[in-house]
């Protein structure tokens, strides 16, 4: 069973320009979740895709979108970069449930020069 | 927004020390989970808590629920150091859940040999 992979592992960019971040769902799992981890703070909670639909979304303005294809796997898309945006991009993938288990991949770390 | 106070926000005790970390809100959870992540990695779910006054032991480690939903702790006998890591606690996001999570700003744990 292969666990949930991210890419690229690190990445430097800087102010104005767009990233894209992608993420590899673990398999069997149709739910992917993106979360922003600032340096020493806890991950907030970007948005989710399910069936290919974003499913829910936090407090983050548009310019931060997303994909999620038919295998499952997903991106993160983020345009207009700006410094605040450094951080650790997580993914997690699950079945889609009320209790299903989060999987995390390792994380992109992001910076924005 | 439910929010997720965690303290204290670092710890640094010797090998073979107890400690308790607390994840407290205002606002009452349908359930909480417990991660740890360490650098480089994902946050690896621990143990999930969704009964009010729920105890649960995982070897050293134990986690209790509070009676009215509101808050949880993580205690930690004769810590060792490769219980260092960074510790979260995290809930359902909007009081959904389906793999939206909201969490709180860690623990950092340093447990020196």
């Known amino acids: 069973e292969t666990g949930v992979t991210q890419s690229p592992t690190h990445l430097i960019k800087t102010r104005g320009q767009q990233v894209t971040l992608r993420c590899s769902s673990q398999s069997g799992h149709n739910t992917v979740s993106w979360y922003q981890q600032a340096l020493g703070q806890g991950p907030q909670f970007i948005f989710q895709?399910?069936?290919?639909?974003?499913?829910g979304r936090g407090n983050f303005p548009p310019r931060f979108s997303g994909l999620q294809f038919p295998n499952y796997s997903s991106e993160l898309n983020v345009n207009a970069l700006e410094l605040d945006d450094s951080a650790l991009y997580l993914c997690?993938?699950?079945?889609?449930?009320?209790?299903?288990?989060?999987?995390f991949g390792p994380g992109t770390r992001l910076t924005v020069l | 927004t439910q929010l997720l106070e965690q303290s204290p926000q670092f710890l640094s005790i010797q090998e073979g020390e107890n400690l308790t970390v607390y994840c407290n809100s205002s606002?009452?959870?349908?359930?909480l989970q417990w991660y740890r992540q360490e650098p480089g990695e994902g946050p690896v779910l621990l143990v999930t808590?969704?009964?009010?006054?729920e105890v649960k032991k995982l070897k050293r480690l134990t986690f209790q629920f509070g009676d009215a939903r509101k808050d949880s702790s993580l205690h930690i006998t004769a810590a060792q150091p490769g219980d260092t890591g960074l510790y979260l606690c995290a809930g359902p996001y909007g009081g959904t859940s389906y793999g939206k999570l909201t969490f709180g700003q860690g623990t950092i744990l340093t447990v020196h040999p």
């Open positions: 895709y399910y069936r290919e639909e974003e499913n």
């Open positions: 808590v969704v009964t009010g006054g």
């Open positions: 606002s009452v959870f349908s359930s």
């Open positions: 997690a993938s699950s079945s889609f449930g009320p209790t299903d288990t989060q999987y």
